[in-house]
């Protein structure tokens, strides 16, 4: 793998990148997953309650009141003690937050792989180029039809979010219960499709010659 990209041409995100997402997952600093769990679940859970706008301008006058009020405290103390420390957000103001061509070329390109492979794969399984793959999308289809019927979008997007910081340290704790327990039903899966496919004529996967 070289600049990014894997052996058949794919861009990948940087490993730096994926380590800062394990890091915050798997909780390894608690402060910052739990700041960026809290907020994520705060924001989601507003959305159930108000717009999408009214959520956004909440927010945006938050920190406009937070930040006017300090740089006005600032001033009043500059005032006061007579000193002259400049603006009190100057160090933030000085850097450069301006994104590089580089950068969003390598994301672009990463976003742009992915896509095209999540194309082929739903081209595969709508034109049924395996059948056996086909009826196991169709079925999970058939399941998402039921869960849409029960939850809405942003309710998935705030059960998944919990998930996504719960599940990865669930695991780490209980690995090998989970891989046993998984294990058996991956194998009990297998046999009822392999049962299936030795019963019902053309469900056999084609060999390719």
């Not at 927010?59 to 002259?84: E, H, M, N």
């Amino acid at each position: 793998m070289e600049n990014g990209k894997t052996e058949n041409g794919d861009s990948q995100p940087p490993p730096q990148w994926k380590d800062k997402v394990v890091e915050l997952l798997y909780w390894r600093d608690v402060k910052t997953s739990g700041v960026v769990f809290g907020a994520s679940l705060s924001l989601l859970l507003s959305l159930t309650l108000c717009s999408i706008v009214s959520v956004s301008s909440y927010i945006g006058l938050a920190l406009l009141s937070v930040t006017i009020c300090f740089r006005i405290y600032k001033g009043i103390l500059q005032a006061i003690q007579k000193s002259d420390e400049g603006h009190p957000f100057k160090l933030y103001l000085d850097q450069d937050v301006a994104l590089s061509e580089e950068t969003v070329h390598k994301y672009s390109d990463c976003a742009l792989a992915r896509f095209n492979t999540t194309v082929n794969e739903l081209r595969r399984l709508f034109l049924v180029e395996d059948l056996v793959d086909s009826l196991k999308f169709a079925v999970l289809m058939w399941i998402l039809t039921y869960v849409g019927a029960l939850f809405n979008g942003l309710t998935l997007f705030i059960l998944g979010l919990v998930g996504m910081f719960s599940c990865p340290i669930v695991y780490e704790k209980y690995k090998v219960q989970i891989d046993h327990y998984v294990g058996m039903a991956n194998k009990q899966v297998k046999d009822i499709i392999a049962t299936v496919q030795a019963k019902v004529p053309g469900l056999k996967r084609v060999k390719a010659e």
